[in-house]
C-alpha cells in the first residue's frame, strides 16, 4: 500500500545518456512534485503540476522534462545526462485537503 | 520570496537530553510551517506541522514545536534525545495559497549513547 512510489532506486548511468525515473501516487492528490537533493542534502524545488498542468517551474536546465500523463503519475526524464546531474531525486504529491507533501523513497542518480 | 534557515547543519546531543533544532522563515504572508525527518535513504516523512490554531503542535515520537510569529520562527524540540532520533531534519514553509514547498538546508542529529 505503498503511497507514493517512484523506479528505479537507484540509477548509474555514463554521461551523455538519456534516463527517466518514473512516480506514482495512489493518494489521490491533485498536485505533484519533484525535488532535488544534493550531496550536502539540499533540498530543492524543480517542478509541480496541478492535475497535469505545469504549475511550477524553477531554474532548472531544459535538459530535464517532466511529463504527467495524468494526475497520479510525475515522470522525469533527463536528456544528455551530466556529472552534476548526480544526486537524489524525491517525487511527491499533495492534496488540495491538506497542506503537507507525501514523499517517496527517493532515486540516487550517479552519472559517471 | 519564502525562505528557511535552519541554524546549525549539525547537532550532538546525548542520549536522554533535550533535542532543540532552530527553524526561522521569512514569507510576504502567513505561512503553513512543517518539519520533517529523513533517516539514512529514505524519504521524507513528515513529523508535525502547523497550519492554525494552537500555535504549540505535538507531532510524532515526542516531538513538539512551536510557533512564534513575532520571532517568525518554529523551533522543535523533544525533552528526551533517544538514539533512534539520529537522523536529518528539515523546516519547510509553505505560503498558504500556494503549492511550493521550500526547505531548509537541514540538520543532522547524532545520539551519543
Known amino acids: 500500500d505503498t503511497a507514493v512510489s517512484q523506479t528505479p532506486k537507484y540509477l548509474v548511468t555514463q554521461m551523455g545518456n538519456d534516463k527517466s525515473i518514473k512516480c506514482e501516487q495512489n493518494l489521490g492528490h491533485d498536485t505533484m512534485y519533484w525535488y532535488k537533493q544534493d550531496s550536502k542534502k539540499f533540498l530543492k524545488i524543480m517542478f509541480s503540476y496541478n492535475n497535469k498542468e505545469l504549475i511550477i517551474n524553477e531554474t532548472v536546465p531544459n535538459r530535464f522534462s517532466p511529463k504527467s500523463p495524468d494526475k497520479a503519475h510525475l515522470n522525469l526524464h533527463i536528456n544528455s545526462l551530466e556529472l552534476g546531474d548526480s544526486a537524489v531525486y524525491f517525487c511527491?504529491?499533495?492534496?488540495?485537503?491538506?497542506?503537507?507533501?507525501?514523499f517517496g523513497q527517493g532515486t540516487r542518480l550517479t552519472v559517471v | 520570496a519564502q525562505s528557511v534557515t535552519q541554524l546549525g547543519s549539525h547537532v550532538s546531543v546525548s542520549e536522554g537530553a533535550l533535542v532543540l533544532l532552530r527553524c526561522n522563515y521569512s514569507?510576504?504572508?502567513?505561512?503553513?510551517l512543517f518539519w520533517y525527518v529523513q533517516y539514512p535513504n529514505q524519504g521524507l516523512q513528515l513529523l508535525l506541522k502547523y497550519t492554525t490554531g494552537a500555535t504549540l503542535v505535538k507531532g510524532i515520537n515526542g516531538f513538539e514545536a512551536e510557533f512564534k510569529k513575532s520571532e517568525t520562527s518554529f523551533h522543535l524540540t523533544k525533552p528526551s534525545a533517544h538514539m533512534s532520533d539520529a537522523a536529518e531534519y528539515f523546516c519547510?514553509?509553505?505560503?498558504?495559497?500556494?503549492?511550493?514547498?521550500?526547505f531548509g538546508g537541514g540538520t543532522r542529529v547524532l545520539v551519543k549513547p
Open positions: 511527491a504529491s499533495s492534496g488540495s485537503w491538506n497542506t503537507e507533501a507525501f
Open positions: 514569507s510576504s504572508v502567513p505561512p503553513y
Open positions: 519547510a514553509v509553505k505560503e498558504a495559497a500556494g503549492n511550493k514547498l521550500t
